[in-house]
T-cell receptor, first 114, second 112 residues
Framework: GAGVSQSPSNKVTEKGKDVELRCDPI?????LYWYRQSLGQGLEFLIY????????KSGLPSDRFSAERTGGSVSTLTIQRTQQEDSAVYLC????????????FGPGTRLTVL | QKEVEQDPGPLSVPEGAIVSLNCTYS??????FMWYRQYSRKGPELLMY????GNKEDGRFTAQVDKSSKYISLFIRDSQPSDSATYLC????????????FGKGTLLTVNP
């Protein structure tokens, strides 16, 4: 079946604007994860969902970041009042269930904040 | 000190060479160990994961974990130009901690 898809693939925005990034996990996967990949920091965990619930939000860098998942499927990562340091590739992954170590990644959304 | 350290390279080898990629970690709570391959402008792709110390083989790839030394390796035999990519190690603690902690990745180029 189809893999994890993310949209948009690229997003350029101005500092201070809000952005929404979307992730469509593999059908039937109940666990969903968001990561951020930047040159200086490598790949960092942001948040994961078990179904529609996000038990661990410790990786979100600030309160400008939020995420939700509805219907146990699509997830949206929202960044409010974007800053230049938010520029990175935002990656989404899903796994069949939480605790399954086989996480399948999407192609990412490349965010550039001017 | 970061929890997971990985030499960023770059590493350049001739086709057919044996490649050794390594990560060290500082937290003994890590129990699950993965290797991902990432091509340029693509998402990471899981190559292998292991739970215990020892070796695990899959085709040309062998993953090795030494928990006593907090050291993991990925060996690629008969390397091919198509193996040229960034290789990321990742680790997870046990129990209800589902967060993956990644190394920064090693850029590998296999020259024909």
């Amino acid at each position: 079946g189809a893999g994890v898809s993310q949209s948009p693939s690229n997003k350029v925005t101005e500092k201070g604007k809000d952005v929404e990034l979307r992730c469509d996990p593999i059908s039937g996967h109940t666990a969903l994860y968001w990561y951020r990949q930047s040159l200086g920091q490598g790949l960092e965990f942001l948040i994961y969902f078990q179904g529609n619930s996000a038990p661990d939000k410790s990786g979100l860098p600030s309160d400008r970041f939020s995420a939700e998942r509805t219907g146990g499927s699509v997830s949206t990562l929202t960044i409010q009042r974007t800053q230049q340091e938010d520029s990175a590739v935002y990656l989404c992954a899903s796994s069949l269930e939480i605790g399954n170590n086989e996480q399948f990644f999407g192609p990412g959304t490349r965010l550039t904040v001017l | 000190q970061k929890e997971v350290e990985q030499d960023p390279g770059p590493l350049s080898v001739p086709e057919g060479a044996i490649v050794s990629l390594n990560c060290t970690y500082s937290n003994s709570a890590f129990q699950y160990f993965m290797w991902y391959r990432q091509y340029s402008r693509k998402g990471p792709e899981l190559l292998m994961y292991t739970y215990s110390s020892g070796n695990k083989e899959d085709g040309r790839f062998t993953a090795q974990v030494d928990k006593s030394s907090k050291y993991i390796s990925l060996f690629i035999r008969d390397s091919q130009p198509s193996d040229s990519a960034t290789y990321l190690c990742a680790m997870r603690k046990g129990g209800s901690n589902y967060k993956l902690t990644f190394g920064k990745g090693t850029l590998l180029t296999v020259n024909p």
